[in-house]
């Protein structure tokens, strides 16, 4: 797997967030090794505009991400697959975390993995999707040692 960041986190951060993209695709039968995406760190008024242009939602928010493909398609013939891109506010994070009562790497970890899925074609519009994606979600958390 490649990720390329606008900035990287401390090292231990970087490996587990590696660590999670893996697992994240792994659960769609795909191989690590041929995935690519961007991480790109930004903050509150960075991740505001980018809400409100993309979604039109006037405010910021924790994380964003952007699907390369409308559904996830993967052909075997390609050597490099890039899922797209991930943007996340760590100002928000950390206020999260707070509010949350666990680490900021947890919670930084979890908003990686939760639009990983996203990437990967899943949502959480209806409650059905919506425990889908937890349950995977917290499936990719426990397989990490992260538990809340």
């Known amino acids: 797997m490649v990720i390329y ?15 999670a993209g893996e ?5 769609e039968d795909l191989e690590p090794d041929r ?13 505001h505009e980018l809400n409100k ?3 039109g939602v006037d405010a910021p928010t924790d994380v964003l991400s952007f699907p390369q493909f409308d559904g ?18 760590e100002e928000k994070a950390k206020e999260q ?10 919670e930084l970890i979890y908003l990686f993995v939760h639009s990983m899925f996203h990437l990967l074609g899943y ?9 889908e994606m937890r349950a995977m979600e917290e499936k990719v958390m426990e ?3 992260i538990t809340r």
């Open 97 to 106: 975390a707070e509010e949350y009562g666990h680490s900021y790497e947890r």
């Open 72 to 89: 996830f398609m993967y052909l075997e013939s390609w050597d490099m697959v890039s899922l797209g891109d991930v943007v996340i506010c």
């Open 143 to 145: 397989q990490l040692g």
């Open 23 to 27: 697992l994240c695709v792994e659960t």
């Open 35 to 47: 995935i690519e995406l961007s991480v790109s760190f930004v903050d509150k008024d960075r991740i």
């Open 123 to 131: 949502d959480h519009e209806t409650e059905e999707d919506k425990a």
């Open 53 to 55: 242009q993309y979604r």
């Open 5 to 19: 960041f606008n900035n990287k986190p401390d090292k231990d951060t970087e490996l587990t967030m590696y660590k």
